[in-house]
């Protein structure tokens, strides 16, 4: 469910209210990490900063799941 965004196909967005919801779909590991809420405006940034910071939400991802 979503759209995948920037060839990363576990990056998606989900559109609802005029706002989008941004997250991260580790299959691998049955993980669904929300990012960031965002409106239109904001879109291009939101997207650039959670590219930059993928390698840091999987470490956290991965980290959680060894607590566990």
């Known amino acids: 469910m979503g ?3 920037s060839g990363v196909s576990f990056f998606r967005e ?7 919801l ?3 779909v580790y299959k691998d590991s049955f993980v669904i ?3 960031a809420i965002s409106d239109k405006k ?4 939101t997207i650039n900063r959670i590219l930059l910071d993928l390698v840091e939400y999987q470490q956290y991802v991965y980290d959680l799941l060894k607590k566990n």
């Open 33 to 35: 990490l929300a990012i």
């Open 14 to 20: 989900k559109k609802f209210d005029g706002k989008r």
């Open 22 to 24: 941004y997250y991260l």
């Open 42 to 45: 904001a879109q291009k940034a």
């Open 3 to 5: 759209k995948p965004l």
